[in-house]
């Protein structure tokens, strides 16, 4: 049965952008069937209109989807979880947050719906079998205690670097590796 891998955008970013058209061709060579959904209002992001465009962008969820997150991407993909009905192949997580530093009053107040409406996370953990989480030491925007989170609350096997920032560069392939390994799985 044909995979499908859906990769979620972070907060500011585009189909486009980052490391995501670059994993995208690198899980079709493999034939993988990818998408890459634009989200709207990416620059002030709003929980119930990213989770409903996900939803429909990655359609029925089983155990051949896929998902990598980027940051507010990775809340996205745990809200859709903690609701669907079937569990999802697994999924990678880059620079997944709980709770955000380094914010301006205007991002905080976009970040503030995301962080203070709860997620369901037994019922995600539930849905996803298999979990990857990156973070980088010097990221400007996300703690390392979200770490320990997606460690001990969604079982995810973690990888901490240091000098990745916010993981914006245009490749990343410890995502691609640890993607590839899932899917094995």
């Known amino acids: 049965m044909l995979k499908r891998v ?3 955008h972070r907060w500011g970013g585009s189909p ?17 069937q990818v998408v890459v959904p634009e989200f709207p209002d990416t620059d002030a992001p709003l929980l119930g ?10 359609g029925p969820v089983g155990p051949q989807t896929y998902f990598v997150g980027h940051s ?12 669907e009905g079937k569990p999802a192949g697994g999924a990678v997580f880059v620079a997944g947050w709980f709770g955000l530093k380094g914010l301006d009053p205007e991002e905080q107040a976009v970040a ?8 369901k996370l037994k019922q995600a ?3 996803l079998p298999r ?12 703690p390392l205690e979200n770490a320990g989170v997606f460690q ?12 990745k920032g916010h993981f914006t560069g245009k490749q990343l392939p410890q995502a691609l590796k640890a993607l590839l390994a899932i899917m094995a799985e």
């Open 6 to 8: 859906v990769i979620c």
């Open 16 to 32: 486009q952008g980052d490391w995501y058209p670059w994993l995208a061709r690198e899980l079709e060579a493999r034939g993988a």
């Open 49 to 58: 209109k990213w989770v409903a465009a996900l939803k429909k962008a990655a």
């Open 72 to 83: 507010i991407g990775c809340q996205a993909i745990l809200r859709l979880l903690q609701r």
């Open 112 to 119: 503030d719906p995301w962080i203070r409406t709860p997620i």
């Open 125 to 127: 953990e539930k849905r």
């Open 131 to 142: 979990v990857f989480a990156l973070f980088s030491e010097d990221d400007p925007y996300v």
């Open 152 to 163: 001990e609350l969604l079982g995810a096997k973690v990888l901490v670097e240091d000098g």
